[in-house]
């Protein structure tokens, strides 16, 4: 589904308003190589680590990488991506068997993706390289890998979560843009060499930070949303 042409008319034009802060959000395919200084990034973590945890833990850490750093990283992951050495997560981010409900809306994001860049249905060569943009932060200039310490628990990924959240819509506020990235996850051990994160921490996922290209075909995607009649039980209003 393509975004309305009034949503995407300045793609990055800083958001006003908290509320169209968090409606303009969205997860950007392409980003253009202008630079994001270290100075905006510290600015947006600062801001996103206000979010609420439990007994105010913080349960995050955060590798902020750009130049040659991410250059590495990313070609190291895309030769183990393309040379099919098999890796997997150390947690389970999807259900080990999805309900129909929660498939459909899956398959849908997903075609509507593939529908957009002219990817056919079955056409794995394309899905695989589509797939493995994401080791390449989608061209973004900096990429954050967020990890969590193995000890914590339930909770502080639930409060890990605000925290993403946080840094999502403020970088809206700053008239960047994002991708949140679980795929990273899946090369921790390769993450973990690179970046020398200790055995202690588990790799949560990776994000892309920066300008979104507005010529970028993959960037006209409008997810939908469950209208909240669908989601939401009203009692005693």
Request: proline share 5%; aromatic share 10%; hydrophobic share 40%.
């Amino acid at each position: 589904m393509t975004e309305p042409e009034n949503v995407i008319a300045d793609l990055n034009a800083p958001s006003e308003t908290v509320a169209d802060a968090i409606t303009s959000r969205k997860s950007i395919r392409r980003f253009l190589d202008d630079p994001v200084p270290q100075e905006m990034v510290e600015e947006l973590l600062t801001i996103a680590s206000r979010a609420p945890s439990g007994t105010n833990i913080q349960p995050w850490r955060v590798y902020a990488l750009a130049g040659g750093v991410r250059a590495a990283l990313s070609t190291a992951i895309v030769k183990a991506y393309d040379g099919d050495d098999t890796y997997e997560r150390e947690y389970n981010y999807y259900p080990l068997e999805f309900t129909d409900v929660h498939l459909a809306r899956r398959r849908k994001v997903g075609w509507d993706l593939y529908g957009l860049l002219d990817i056919e249905k079955g056409n794995k060569d394309k899905m695989h390289a589509q797939h493995g943009r994401n080791f390449l932060f989608f061209d973004a200039p900096v990429g954050l890998i967020f990890t969590i310490d193995r000890a914590l628990q339930i909770g502080s990924w639930l409060d890990y979560g605000m925290f993403l959240e946080n840094i999502m819509v403020a970088a809206r506020g700053m008239g960047l843009h994002t991708c949140p990235q679980a795929a990273f996850a899946n090369y921790h051990a390769i993450i973990r060499e690179h970046l020398e994160i200790s055995e202690d921490e588990v790799v949560v996922c990776g994000m892309s930070v920066g300008y979104a290209d507005p010529n970028a075909i993959e960037n006209t995607l409008f997810t939908e949303r469950e209208p909240v009649e669908g989601f939401t039980t009203f009692i005693d209003f």
